[in-house]
């Protein structure tokens, strides 16, 4: 069985398996979780907020690996593997901070708040869509492949410090997962793990199809190539 008919077999099942994920989830979500005494329902936010946040830095990791093993390899499947992540990762993380928005909102009658959390996540955010961007505007494809790839390695320095800014600095945000317990009930943290569980099985079978979707679109553009 080659790679591609193996692919093409996992993907469904991912997707399948991740859609009723997230319908799992939505009982959870909706009817096992208690509702927060404070928010009341609005509460509810998180259980989408933080499986994107999470999965948006995990997507951009992704980046900066497959960046990395491309410039020591220089295999297009690992360019197409950073593009992706890089676009996953940035929809989660734009989805990521409106679900924040939202919650703000409801929380401090806010929607926008210069924490370290919500600033660092912010210019990441735009550093990925910068690199996406350049993805774009340079013809040659030898070259765009190396210079997204240096791009994909130095972009990462600002994932760590996204993630570790909520316990480096005064911050609005909790630590859920801190040493300190994120103060969630019992039901709470079973129905975040299910979210994000449900989140991560759906991102993988998207990553998968779109990684395959890229190679076809490649070997058509090769056969127009004289």
């Known amino acids: ?19 009723a994920g997230l319908v799992i989830a939505q009982y959870f979500i909706w009817v096992y979780a208690p509702v927060e005494a404070t928010m009341g329902i609005l509460q509810k936010i998180f259980y989408f907020h933080l499986p994107l946040a999470w999965w948006g ?7 900066f690996c497959a960046s ?37 909102r409801a929380a401090w009658n806010t929607w926008w708040t210069w924490d370290p959390r919500l600033s660092t996540t912010l210019v990441m955010w735009f550093i990925y869509a910068g690199y996406l961007a350049l993805r774009q505007s340079i013809d040659n494809p030898q070259k765009m492949r190396a210079v997204c790839a240096v791009l ?32 969630l009930e019992p039901e709470m943290m079973t ?28 070997r058509i553009k090769s056969l127009f190539v004289y």
């Open 68 to 104: 990395l093993v491309f410039l020591i390899t220089k295999k297009p499947v690992m360019d197409r593997l950073a593009q992706t992540a890089a676009e996953m990762g940035l929809l989660y993380s734009g989805l990521a901070l409106i679900t924040g928005s939202l919650w703000a």
């Open 191 to 218: 129905t975040l793990l299910v979210c994000i569980f449900a989140w991560g099985i759906l991102t993988i079978g998207i990553l998968l199809y779109r990684v395959r979707q890229l190679d076809i679109k490649d």
């Open 152 to 183: 994909g390695v130095v972009a990462f320095l600002n994932v760590p410090l996204v993630f570790l800014s909520a316990r480096m600095w005064r911050s609005i945000h909790p630590a859920v997962f801190g040493s300190g317990g994120g103060g």
């Open 57 to 63: 830095l995990i997507s951009f990791f992704i980046v």
């Open 1 to 19: 069985m080659t790679d591609h008919s193996m692919t093409a077999k996992i993907i469904p099942a991912l997707a399948i398996t991740g859609a």
